[in-house]
Structures are given as C-alpha cells and as structure tokens.
C-alpha cells in the first residue's frame, strides 16, 4: 500500500445533470443521491462522486453523462492506482431507499448496476435484508472521518464542498472503504457482480423484495445502460420503449427492401 496516504479530497466539479444539491448520501432517511463508486485493490484506494441526483430521480426514461476526467480527485485516482493496474480499477453506480417507508412512502429498494445477464441471477429476499446494513456502514464510515471530525450518517465530510472523494483502505475493517464495505457483490450479498472495468458497460437495475417470504428471488426491474469509456466519460442510456423499438425495426426493414432493390436493379 503506498504510503502517502490521501484521506479525503473534496473537488467542486462542473456536474451535467440536474439534480438535489450535493448533500452526500443518506441512505437511513430514504431516497438516497446516486453514488458512483470506483476502486482498486492492490492501492486501495476508493473514489466516490454524488451525482446530485436522488435514487426517485431515476426511472427507465433516465439518462444523463458527466466527464470524471475533468474532476481533480479522479484524477488523483488514477494517478495513485498507477498506470500498471488501471485495468484492475472496478467501477459500479448505486443508490438506496433503506427507510421501511415510514418517512418517504416508499418500500425498501436498491439502485444497481450489473451484469445484462445475471440480474437477480438468484438473489433472494433474506439476502436483499442485508444491503441495508452495507450502505448505511458505508455512508456512517464515510461520515465518521475527515474533515471537520464529522459524526453521524449525514452530510459526509468527503462531500462537503464539492461531490467527490478520494479515499485510501485502512485496513480490512475500513467501510469508508468502497471495496471493503460493498466490493464487487453488495459485500457477498447478491449473486450477481454489480461492478464493470474502465472502457465496458452495465445494465442498471431498481431491486425490490418479492413478497415477504425469504427465499422469494427478488424483483428486478431493468432501467437502463451505464457505461464508463477508458477516457472517464459516464453516460446512463434508458431502456428504449416499445415505440422505439417498433420504430427501429421498420426502419432496419426499410433499409433492408431497399438494399433488395439496388442489389436486384444492378443483377
């Protein structure tokens, strides 16, 4: 691990969408902002950016980009993970409602990405139960330490001032740590790989329990695409609706007759 260890950066960083002032995610109090998440095992360090945007925010129509490369600490990430293990950098976009909907009216749900084909790949109802203890961990760690001394699940310290930070692992038991607290499986608790390599895409997914009994595999509703180019560029493609689709397929059979035509004018 190297040792000049960063803690937390903040950076004010020009954000393309719209959204909730940065008011670092909260997940306890419901509808918490969207949280992309990037890390690295052999530097162990964690990069995080509140998009602005609350997990009710998104729906299958959502889409949105923002440019890492322009942010100061993405930059540090990099630069820290070094040139050798950018490759091993693993990346995932995430959001919660962890309140019983006693404040907000909603049910407990999840904001994920993961694999196009291995959503919910089996996950079941008393594993979802766990997830709630894995993001709040991460939130409360993350506003356990920094700047200011700050305490308590609200307004992480890392975010104060801007909406990214750049956090290096202290040790195995470190949930500021995104690797340590979520990794690659919501910390072993879905049976599905949520994160994604620089230069390769995910599908976006809202999670919800079926039903009340435990083994009951969850319910996962298909919202879209995230992708995150090798240049650091973040871009969320909604699902096409039917009428997209429909207008797609005349159009690739329009060109196909026509295709027909030249090819049989010139035989």
Do not use: C
Request: proline share 2%; net charge negative; hydrophobic share 40%.
């Amino acid at each position: 691990m190297k040792s000049n260890k960063i803690k937390y950066l903040a950076a004010v960083v020009a954000l393309a969408t719209s959204g909730s002032a940065f008011a670092a995610y909260t997940g306890t109090t419901g509808n918490s902002s969207v949280l992309f998440n990037a890390y690295e095992s052999v530097s162990g360090y964690t990069f995080a950016w509140d998009t602005g945007l609350r997990k009710d925010d998104i729906t299958a129509s959502s889409s949105f980009s923002h440019n890492l490369a322009a942010d100061a600490n993405w930059n540090s990430f990099l630069s820290a993970v070094g040139a050798s293990h950018v490759a091993d950098i693993k990346w995932n976009l995430i959001a919660a409602d962890t309140n019983s909907g006693s404040l907000d009216g909603d049910p407990i749900s999840f904001l994920t990405t993961g694999a196009a084909d291995g959503v919910p790949n089996g996950t079941r109802n008393a594993q979802l139960n766990s997830w709630v203890g894995n993001v709040n961990s991460y939130i409360t760690a993350a506003s356990s330490v920094g700047a200011n001394g700050g305490q308590g699940a609200i307004d992480a310290p890392g975010f104060v001032g801007g909406n990214t930070y750049l956090h290096l692992k202290d040790g195995s038991a470190d949930f500021a740590s995104y690797e340590v607290a979520h990794g690659s499986n919501w910390n072993t608790k879905a049976n599905f790989d949520t994160t994604a390599g620089l230069g390769e895409s995910l599908s976006f997914y809202e999670i919800t329990k079926n039903g009340t009994s435990n083994t009951a595999i969850v319910n996962a509703a298909l919202l879209g695409t995230v992708t995150l180019s090798s240049a650091g560029e973040l871009s969320v493609s909604p699902v096409p609706e039917a009428e997209t689709w429909a207008m797609l397929l005349a159009g690739l059979a329009l060109v196909g007759t026509i295709a027909r035509r030249r090819s049989n004018s010139l035989s």
